[in-house]
Protein backbone atom coordinates (compact mmCIF):
# COMPACT_ATOMS: atom_id res chain seq x y z
CA UNK A 1 0.00 0.00 0.00
CA UNK A 2 1.37 3.44 -0.79
CA UNK A 3 1.68 6.13 1.70
CA UNK A 4 1.32 8.73 -0.97
CA UNK A 5 -2.30 9.73 -2.25
CA UNK A 6 -2.29 12.01 -4.95
CA UNK A 7 -5.25 14.39 -5.70
CA UNK A 8 -8.44 12.77 -6.63
CA UNK A 9 -7.37 8.92 -5.47
CA UNK A 10 -9.54 9.56 -2.27
CA UNK A 11 -12.33 11.38 -3.62
CA UNK A 12 -15.93 9.69 -2.52
CA UNK A 13 -19.12 11.40 -3.09
CA UNK A 14 -18.78 14.02 0.17
CA UNK A 15 -15.90 15.85 -1.48
CA UNK A 16 -12.33 15.80 -2.29
CA UNK A 17 -11.06 12.88 -0.19
CA UNK A 18 -11.95 10.84 2.96
CA UNK A 19 -9.86 8.16 4.79
CA UNK A 20 -10.26 6.36 7.56
CA UNK A 21 -7.98 4.70 10.27
CA UNK A 22 -9.21 1.20 8.38
CA UNK A 23 -8.81 2.36 4.76
CA UNK A 24 -5.44 3.81 6.27
CA UNK A 25 -4.64 0.86 7.71
CA UNK A 26 -3.31 1.96 11.33
CA UNK A 27 -5.43 2.52 14.39
CA UNK A 28 -5.98 5.77 15.23
CA UNK A 29 -6.37 9.12 12.79
CA UNK A 30 -8.84 9.79 9.69
CA UNK A 31 -9.11 12.96 7.73
CA UNK A 32 -12.62 13.97 5.35
CA UNK A 33 -12.69 17.12 3.18
CA UNK A 34 -15.92 18.09 2.56
CA UNK A 35 -17.40 20.49 -0.34
CA UNK A 36 -21.04 20.24 -0.41
CA UNK A 37 -23.97 19.52 2.44
CA UNK A 38 -23.95 15.85 3.86
CA UNK A 39 -23.68 14.36 7.18
CA UNK A 40 -20.66 12.64 8.30
CA UNK A 41 -20.71 9.68 11.57
CA UNK A 42 -18.28 9.93 13.79
CA UNK A 43 -18.62 6.42 15.44
CA UNK A 44 -16.24 5.88 18.26
CA UNK A 45 -14.19 9.32 16.89
CA UNK A 46 -13.83 12.29 18.11
CA UNK A 47 -13.12 15.10 15.36
CA UNK A 48 -11.99 18.52 14.91
CA UNK A 49 -14.32 20.56 12.00
CA UNK A 50 -12.23 23.13 10.27
CA UNK A 51 -13.43 25.63 7.31
CA UNK A 52 -10.61 25.46 5.06
CA UNK A 53 -12.14 27.34 2.11
CA UNK A 54 -15.88 27.96 2.72
CA UNK A 55 -17.32 30.80 4.77
CA UNK A 56 -20.21 30.93 7.12
CA UNK A 57 -20.91 26.52 7.24
CA UNK A 58 -23.82 25.69 9.24
CA UNK A 59 -23.06 22.67 11.47
CA UNK A 60 -25.69 20.96 13.21
CA UNK A 61 -25.30 18.02 15.75
CA UNK A 62 -28.31 16.72 18.10
CA UNK A 63 -30.42 19.60 16.42
CA UNK A 64 -28.36 22.13 18.22
CA UNK A 65 -26.81 24.74 15.54
CA UNK A 66 -22.89 25.69 15.28
CA UNK A 67 -22.09 28.25 13.11
CA UNK A 68 -18.86 28.71 11.65
CA UNK A 69 -17.47 31.92 10.27
CA UNK A 70 -14.65 29.99 8.20
CA UNK A 71 -11.96 32.11 5.81
CA UNK A 72 -11.77 32.41 2.13
CA UNK A 73 -8.74 30.07 1.76
CA UNK A 74 -5.91 28.87 3.56
CA UNK A 75 -3.55 31.42 2.49
CA UNK A 76 -6.43 34.11 3.65
CA UNK A 77 -6.77 34.10 7.52
CA UNK A 78 -6.84 31.51 10.43
CA UNK A 79 -10.24 30.19 10.96
CA UNK A 80 -12.47 29.38 13.86
CA UNK A 81 -13.17 25.61 14.12
CA UNK A 82 -14.92 22.88 16.70
CA UNK A 83 -14.35 20.14 18.61
CA UNK A 84 -17.11 17.46 18.48
CA UNK A 85 -17.06 14.36 20.83
CA UNK A 86 -17.28 11.01 19.52
CA UNK A 87 -20.36 9.15 18.92
CA UNK A 88 -21.92 12.09 16.84
CA UNK A 89 -23.29 13.02 13.60
CA UNK A 90 -22.11 16.32 12.10
CA UNK A 91 -25.43 17.55 9.63
CA UNK A 92 -23.49 20.03 7.15
CA UNK A 93 -25.10 22.82 5.60
CA UNK A 94 -24.36 25.89 3.63
CA UNK A 95 -20.80 24.60 2.57
CA UNK A 96 -19.26 26.22 -0.56
CA UNK A 97 -15.96 25.51 -0.35
CA UNK A 98 -13.47 22.85 2.09
CA UNK A 99 -13.93 21.54 5.15
CA UNK A 100 -11.83 19.40 7.20
CA UNK A 101 -13.53 16.77 9.72
CA UNK A 102 -10.48 15.25 11.07
CA UNK A 103 -10.96 12.74 13.22
CA UNK A 104 -9.15 10.21 15.84
CA UNK A 105 -10.25 7.17 17.58
CA UNK A 106 -11.58 7.99 21.09
CA UNK A 107 -11.75 6.41 24.95
CA UNK A 108 -13.47 9.20 26.31
CA UNK A 109 -16.00 11.90 26.02
CA UNK A 110 -15.06 15.87 26.14
CA UNK A 111 -17.53 18.71 25.74
CA UNK A 112 -18.18 20.00 22.66
CA UNK A 113 -16.09 23.37 22.37
CA UNK A 114 -16.10 26.33 19.82
CA UNK A 115 -12.93 28.01 19.44
CA UNK A 116 -13.12 31.69 17.74
CA UNK A 117 -10.07 32.28 15.01
CA UNK A 118 -8.88 35.61 17.30
CA UNK A 119 -8.52 32.44 20.25
CA UNK A 120 -6.28 29.97 17.90
CA UNK A 121 -2.71 30.34 18.71
CA UNK A 122 -0.65 31.19 15.78
CA UNK A 123 3.43 30.26 16.32
CA UNK A 124 6.32 31.26 14.42
CA UNK A 125 8.79 28.11 13.61
CA UNK A 126 12.28 27.36 12.80
CA UNK A 127 14.74 29.84 11.80
CA UNK A 128 16.54 31.26 8.01
CA UNK A 129 14.74 29.84 5.39
CA UNK A 130 13.98 26.70 7.71
CA UNK A 131 10.58 29.28 9.12
CA UNK A 132 7.72 28.70 8.86
CA UNK A 133 3.98 29.71 10.90
CA UNK A 134 2.84 26.74 12.68
CA UNK A 135 -1.61 27.13 13.64
CA UNK A 136 -1.99 25.33 16.86
CA UNK A 137 -5.58 24.51 16.77
CA UNK A 138 -5.95 21.39 18.71
CA UNK A 139 -2.39 20.66 20.11
CA UNK A 140 -1.75 19.77 23.74
CA UNK A 141 -0.66 23.03 24.58
CA UNK A 142 -3.40 24.45 22.81
CA UNK A 143 -6.18 22.59 23.34
CA UNK A 144 -6.58 20.29 26.68
CA UNK A 145 -10.52 19.19 26.13
CA UNK A 146 -9.71 15.98 23.31
CA UNK A 147 -8.77 12.78 24.38
CA UNK A 148 -6.04 11.54 21.64
CA UNK A 149 -6.67 14.26 18.55
CA UNK A 150 -4.02 17.02 17.61
CA UNK A 151 -3.98 18.75 14.97
CA UNK A 152 -2.36 21.85 13.82
CA UNK A 153 -1.62 23.71 10.16
CA UNK A 154 2.11 24.77 8.72
CA UNK A 155 2.34 27.32 6.62
CA UNK A 156 5.78 27.49 4.48
CA UNK A 157 6.59 30.43 2.38
CA UNK A 158 7.70 29.53 -1.26
CA UNK A 159 11.44 28.55 -1.06
CA UNK A 160 11.46 27.94 2.73
CA UNK A 161 11.67 24.45 4.11
CA UNK A 162 9.58 22.77 7.04
CA UNK A 163 9.13 19.38 8.83
CA UNK A 164 12.83 20.20 9.12
CA UNK A 165 15.19 18.75 10.84
CA UNK A 166 13.60 15.38 9.28
CA UNK A 167 11.74 13.59 12.87
CA UNK A 168 9.68 10.93 13.50
CA UNK A 169 7.18 9.42 15.97
CA UNK A 170 6.73 5.49 15.24
CA UNK A 171 7.63 4.35 18.79
CA UNK A 172 10.21 2.00 17.30
CA UNK A 173 13.74 1.31 18.67
CA UNK A 174 14.78 4.33 21.01
CA UNK A 175 11.79 6.92 19.58
CA UNK A 176 9.33 6.40 22.82
CA UNK A 177 6.27 8.30 21.03
CA UNK A 178 4.07 6.90 18.88
CA UNK A 179 1.63 9.26 16.40
CA UNK A 180 -0.19 8.01 12.87
CA UNK A 181 -0.27 11.20 10.90
CA UNK A 182 -1.76 12.79 7.69
CA UNK A 183 -0.66 15.44 5.80
CA UNK A 184 -3.25 16.95 3.88
CA UNK A 185 -1.81 19.90 1.37
CA UNK A 186 -2.20 22.93 -0.50
CA UNK A 187 -0.17 24.55 -2.58
CA UNK A 188 -0.25 28.54 -3.36
CA UNK A 189 0.58 30.88 -6.07
CA UNK A 190 0.93 34.80 -5.56
CA UNK A 191 -1.98 35.88 -3.96
CA UNK A 192 -4.48 32.75 -4.14
CA UNK A 193 -6.48 32.67 -1.12
CA UNK A 194 -6.44 28.88 -1.43
CA UNK A 195 -4.45 26.27 -3.18
CA UNK A 196 -3.40 26.67 -7.28
CA UNK A 197 -2.75 23.42 -9.61
CA UNK A 198 0.17 25.16 -10.85
CA UNK A 199 1.97 24.53 -7.89
CA UNK A 200 4.50 21.95 -6.63
CA UNK A 201 6.43 21.41 -3.82
CA UNK A 202 8.69 18.28 -2.77
CA UNK A 203 8.24 15.79 0.48
CA UNK A 204 10.49 13.41 1.55
CA UNK A 205 10.21 10.09 3.98
CA UNK A 206 12.47 7.53 5.00
CA UNK A 207 12.61 4.55 7.35
CA UNK A 208 14.54 3.76 10.07
CA UNK A 209 15.38 0.33 8.73
CA UNK A 210 16.06 2.04 5.12
CA UNK A 211 12.91 0.08 3.34
CA UNK A 212 11.29 3.41 2.68
CA UNK A 213 13.32 6.43 1.34
CA UNK A 214 11.75 8.31 -1.54
CA UNK A 215 11.51 12.08 -2.57
CA UNK A 216 8.03 12.79 -4.00
CA UNK A 217 6.82 16.24 -6.17
CA UNK A 218 3.37 17.60 -3.76
CA UNK A 219 0.99 18.94 -6.41
CA UNK A 220 -2.06 20.36 -4.54
CA UNK A 221 -5.20 18.58 -2.91
CA UNK A 222 -2.07 15.66 -2.40
CA UNK A 223 -2.36 13.74 0.79
CA UNK A 224 0.14 11.77 2.05
CA UNK A 225 -0.01 9.23 5.51
CA UNK A 226 2.96 8.60 7.78
CA UNK A 227 3.04 5.60 9.98
CA UNK A 228 6.57 5.53 10.47
CA UNK A 229 9.67 7.04 9.31
CA UNK A 230 11.46 10.49 9.17
CA UNK A 231 9.94 12.96 7.29
CA UNK A 232 11.22 15.87 6.34
CA UNK A 233 12.20 18.62 4.54
CA UNK A 234 8.44 19.57 3.23
CA UNK A 235 10.13 21.90 0.42
CA UNK A 236 7.66 24.72 -0.96
CA UNK A 237 9.21 26.10 -4.39
CA UNK A 238 9.88 29.79 -4.82
CA UNK A 239 7.16 31.79 -5.53
CA UNK A 240 4.50 28.73 -4.24
CA UNK A 241 3.96 29.17 -0.23
CA UNK A 242 3.14 25.45 0.88
CA UNK A 243 0.58 24.22 3.29
CA UNK A 244 -0.24 21.63 5.34
CA UNK A 245 -2.93 20.00 7.76
CA UNK A 246 -1.86 17.40 9.89
CA UNK A 247 -4.19 15.19 11.93
CA UNK A 248 -2.01 13.17 14.90
CA UNK A 249 -3.18 10.18 17.12
CA UNK A 250 -1.82 7.46 18.88
CA UNK A 251 -2.52 4.85 21.77
CA UNK A 252 -0.51 7.36 24.45
CA UNK A 253 -2.30 8.17 27.88
CA UNK A 254 -1.51 11.41 27.32
CA UNK A 255 -2.07 13.57 24.03
CA UNK A 256 1.85 14.52 22.63
CA UNK A 257 3.58 15.61 19.87
CA UNK A 258 6.76 14.65 20.68
CA UNK A 259 9.07 13.71 18.11
CA UNK A 260 12.67 11.90 17.78
CA UNK A 261 15.01 14.18 15.49
CA UNK A 262 17.25 12.13 12.98
CA UNK A 263 20.65 12.50 15.28
CA UNK A 264 22.74 13.41 12.25
CA UNK A 265 20.97 16.50 11.49
CA UNK A 266 19.61 17.56 14.93
CA UNK A 267 22.31 20.31 15.68
CA UNK A 268 20.59 22.15 12.54
CA UNK A 269 18.61 23.56 15.23
CA UNK A 270 21.58 24.80 17.44
CA UNK A 271 22.19 27.16 14.51
CA UNK A 272 18.44 28.99 13.92
CA UNK A 273 18.75 32.76 14.68
CA UNK A 274 16.15 34.88 12.80
CA UNK A 275 12.61 34.44 11.57
CA UNK A 276 11.96 34.96 7.69
CA UNK A 277 10.10 38.64 7.43
CA UNK A 278 7.36 37.18 5.81
CA UNK A 279 6.25 35.57 8.69
CA UNK A 280 3.54 35.28 9.85
CA UNK A 281 1.57 34.82 6.66
CA UNK A 282 -1.96 34.75 8.58
CA UNK A 283 -3.84 35.56 11.06
CA UNK A 284 -7.73 35.80 12.66
CA UNK A 285 -7.73 39.47 11.06
CA UNK A 286 -6.44 37.85 7.21
CA UNK A 287 -3.24 37.95 5.18
CA UNK A 288 -0.70 39.66 7.06
CA UNK A 289 1.84 39.70 4.13
Not at 30 to 50: F, K, Y
Not at 218 to 234: K, M
Request: proline share 7%; aromatic share 8%.
Amino acid sequence: MSWYKPHGSLANANGPMSITPEQAGWNYSGLHVIDRDCSIDLGDSEAVVLPLSARDVMVTIDGTAYPLKGRDGVFAAVSDWLYVTRGKTIEFSNVHGEVAILTAKARADHPMCYTAAEDVAVELRGGGRASRQVTNIATPDSFTAADRINVCEVITPGGNWSSWPPHRHDGIGDCPTTNEEIYYFRIGKEASPHGDPEGTGLFRVYTVDGRVDETLTIRDGDTYLVPEGYHGPTAAAPDYPMYFLNVLAGPAEDRTMAFCDDPNHHWIRGTWTDIDPRLPMTSAKGRVQ
